[in-house]
């Protein structure tokens, strides 16, 4: 009569490891949140300037239409002119000028015509 009981024990013991309640492990896991990984910090990069710029002397303007540019050691370049374009100073041939200009589909055009640096007398 050994055995039987010895059986019916083992199936208890087996009755009860099965009705009891999962370990940690084998409980399923919960997805992690991912974790956002560091980006490298941006290099200072110096703004961009909203127009590109010309200086010389004027050999050339005709209103409505272009100012004709000569920089120094450079032959002339024209820049038309828009509605848009505000001018400044009086584009006359010979006068110093800066242009602050935008690079269109037909070629430069004038954004603001400004005066351009003074010659000094000493």
Known sequence: MALPSARIVCLVL???LLAAPASGAAKKKKKKTPVPTATPAPTATPTPVP???AAGACLR???GAYVVLSEVGQPGR???IDGRTEITAAP???ARLRI?????????VARKILPGPE???D
């Open 61 to 63: 303007y005709e209103p």
């Open 78 to 80: 024209a820049f038309h």
């Open 119 to 121: 010659d000094r007398k």
């Open 51 to 53: 127009f590109l710029r």
């Open 100 to 108: 602050l200009y935008e690079d269109g589909p037909e070629g430069p």
């Open 14 to 16: 087996a009755g009860f």
């Open 92 to 94: 006359r041939r010979g």
